[in-house]
């Protein structure tokens, strides 16, 4: 895996996803997740989220972990801890 850094906005979370999933970034949606990729795995799935909270400098809650099914909850997740419009 390549060396995460702390991203100013959200737009490097599909890359990062695609990253751990080991896909192209070109594949991944706002949908994209544990429903409609079978990349994304159980262990995966742990593996993203512990990415997100290196990269981005946020802490996820056990239940807002479990939450974040998709990229597009995840996004909704960072966006409100990091209290972004």
Do not use: F, N
Request: glycine fraction near 8%.
């Amino acid at each position: 895996m390549a060396e995460l850094t702390e991203p100013a906005d959200l737009s490097g979370l599909a890359g990062l996803v695609a990253e751990v999933l080991e896909i192209p970034a070109s594949e991944v949606t706002e949908e994209t997740g544990a429903a409609t990729t079978a990349a994304w795995t159980s262990l995966r799935h742990v593996q993203i989220v512990s990415c997100v909270e290196r990269a981005y400098g946020i802490r996820l809650t056990a239940r807002e972990a479990r939450r974040c099914r998709s990229v597009g909850a995840l996004r909704a997740a960072l966006t409100a801890k990091r209290g972004a419009p």
